[in-house]
């Protein structure tokens, strides 16, 4: 069984920070993930909730977008605040929370960028390495809403910036797909996060090895 999704927040302000308020208090232990993209430019980024979570991320396209997340957050009301220290100017971000994640070393793999023109969003194929997996993915339309979402569920609709997930069962690539309302410039990657029921092929063949040695052993008694 892979994450189970919670609930999600959106928001586009102006200004040189974002504030991402979960509707509901977050549940202790849960995976919360924040994604975003200041328009006006790269700056040094920072991140904080009301919580006091451990965030880890990283910055990309020079410090323009964003990706952070915290494991086993704390619960109750949490506001989540990233701040730029670029331009002012229009912030487009979401925030989303799923429980059922590892509690240690949730990430599998932050995916590649992909990106294109027309309607059809293809984002993959990308290689689950666990079974049991959610790929989360954030996508920018540029302002076009998503008709269909193909192999995806979608969470978090916003004007600019959309959330959707994908669970996964077996080890192997995946490709998540959705449809635009129009054509225009869309761009995507995925997140690979493990759950309490993710299992490596090592992992797998590893057991399979003990019971059979075991197994074994038994039949020489």
Same mark, same amino acid.
Request: proline fraction near 4%.
């Given at each position: 069984?892979? /994450?189970?999704? =919670?609930?999600a ?9 974002i504030?991402?308020t979960?509707p509901?208090g977050?549940?202790?232990g849960?995976?919360?993930? =924040?994604?975003?993209?200041f328009?006006?430019?790269s700056g ?6 009301? /919580? ?6 990283l ?7 964003? /990706?952070?997340?915290?494991n ?5 009301a949490d506001?989540?605040? =990233?701040t ?6 229009l912030?487009v971000?979401?925030?989303v ?5 590892l509690? $240690?070393?949730p990430?599998?793999?932050?995916? $590649?960028?992909f990106s294109?023109?027309g309607?059809?969003?293809? !984002? ?7 079974t049991?997996e959610t790929?989360?993915?954030?996508l ?10 193909? $192999?995806?569920?979608l ?13 996964t069962?077996?080890?192997?690539p ?7 309302g129009?054509?225009?410039?869309w761009?995507?990657?995925? !997140?690979g996060v ?8 090592s ?6 090895? =003990? ?7 038994? /039949?020489?008694?």
């Amino acid at each position: 069984m892979a /994450l189970t999704f =919670v609930q999600a927040v959106n928001n586009e302000p102006n200004g040189t920070s974002i504030s991402l308020t979960y509707p509901f208090g977050t549940t202790l232990g849960s995976f919360l993930l =924040v994604y975003g993209r200041f328009t006006t430019g790269s700056g040094t980024i920072g991140i904080s909730d009301t /919580l006091g979570n451990t965030w880890h991320g990283l910055i990309a396209n020079g410090g323009t977008d964003f /990706l952070y997340w915290a494991n086993n957050a704390g619960s109750g009301a949490d506001t989540v605040t =990233v701040t730029t220290t670029a331009a002012s100017g229009l912030i487009v971000g979401f925030g989303v929370e799923y429980t059922g994640q590892l509690a $240690s070393s949730p990430i599998d793999f932050v995916g $590649s960028n992909f990106s294109a023109t027309g309607t059809s969003v293809v !984002i993959g194929p990308s290689t689950a390495n666990y079974t049991n997996e959610t790929f989360i993915v954030p996508l920018y339309p540029d302002s076009q809403s998503v008709t269909t979402t193909g $192999s995806t569920t979608l969470r978090s609709p916003g004007r600019y910036l959309v959330a959707m997930d994908l669970s996964t069962t077996s080890v192997g690539p995946y490709t998540a797909t959705a449809t635009l309302g129009s054509s225009t410039y869309w761009s995507a990657f995925n !997140i690979g996060v493990k759950s309490t029921t993710s299992v490596s092929p090592s992992a797998s063949s590893s057991w399979m090895t =003990v019971a059979l040695a075991n197994s074994l052993r038994g /039949l020489r008694h």
